[in-house]
């Protein structure tokens, strides 16, 4: 359990789920060497790796100072019995047709450096993560910070094991995103698409697989569906099967609901020697089909993209 610590970032859960990007730290006044949090809204695929972090002080002639532990980037999301996940709400139907993924709020901890000049300043961050579009820019956004004398201590974020024990650390991060292959369908409807009963999407994985490990079958991957299955009511499922190295995954529709946007998912590789390789990753093929079994239109290949998450260091 993540320590209280973290518990402060949950006063702007909603307005940040509501498509807003964060305008001020927690706590808004710190000294060096504390651990401060943000919430920067929504970008899709932002990581340690690339993102980075400075603080300009207000005072004349001050210098950028790079803050390089960020200690941690994570999703927030919210329960899915909250009215962020209502099916009626107009909010989250336009803030899906900008984000064209799963409603989350990205959290970032980090720990200031030692040594900043006194008084008030800005915190600025940089991303090549995807941007949402319509939305505020997170690298636009000049975040208030004010420094106060003396030197802080790094937050250890302990918190009590079940045998009683407090451990440091907080395990943040475990909370980061994973080794994944994220599959994303077109993010505006090109062609007037139906509705569908299958979806049924082909992958090439290029795995990292050093110990050449052959006996590799479905059970070695999760498939992880996006939630974004609120607005159409289609009551989804997943199943995938793995032959001659193509990974299968299905997504199926009883009610013939399933909408082109719904078959974004990731592929995460479960066993321990085996792993997602960062490299492009192809889709082979897709093929749609109605509730009676036909197959029907649908987006084509080439309007899919595919990204590789690492996982953390």
Avoid at 91 to 116: G, K
Avoid at 245 to 251: H, K, R
């Amino acid at each position: 359990m993540i320590a209280r610590g973290c518990l402060i970032i949950l006063s702007v859960v909603l307005l940040v789920l509501q498509g807003c990007v964060a305008v001020q730290t927690f706590p808004t006044i710190a000294r060096a060497n504390d651990t401060v949090t943000l919430a920067l809204g929504s970008q899709d695929g932002m990581t340690k790796e690339n993102t980075q972090v400075f603080f300009l002080s207000d005072s004349p002639d001050s210098q950028q100072v790079p803050v390089t532990n960020i200690r941690s980037i994570f999703k927030l999301y919210a329960d899915k019995t909250s009215d962020i996940y209502n099916h009626n709400s107009q909010i989250m139907q336009n803030l899906f047709n900008y984000q064209n993924h799963e409603q989350w709020l990205t959290i970032m901890v980090l720990d200031l450096p030692p040594s900043l000049p006194v008084g008030t300043g800005v915190l600025s961050i940089t991303t090549t993560a995807a941007q949402t579009q319509g939305l505020a820019d997170v690298n636009a956004i000049l975040v208030k910070l004010e420094i106060v004398e003396g030197i802080g201590n790094s937050n250890s974020f302990n918190y009590y094991l079940t045998t009683g024990i407090v451990s440091g650390g907080g395990g943040l991060e475990q909370l980061e995103p994973g080794n994944q292959l994220i599959v994303k369908p077109p993010e505006s409807d090109t062609g007037g698409w139906p509705s569908y009963a299958v979806i049924e999407i082909k992958i090439l994985p290029q795995l990292y697989n050093p110990y050449n490990i052959t006996n590799i079958t479905e059970n070695n991957f999760n498939i992880i569906p996006q939630d974004v299955s609120y607005r159409t009511k289609s009551k989804k499922s997943v199943i995938s099967s793995y032959r001659n190295n193509e990974l299968i995954v299905s997504f199926l529709s009883s009610n013939g609901r399933l909408k082109y946007f719904e078959p974004r998912f990731s592929v995460v590789a479960i066993s321990p020697i085996i792993g997602i390789d960062n490299v492009q990753q192809n889709i082979t093929s897709i093929r749609y089909f109605d509730i009676n079994g036909n197959i029907v239109p649908g987006p084509p290949v080439a309007e899919y993209s595919t990204q590789v998450i690492p996982g953390p260091n």
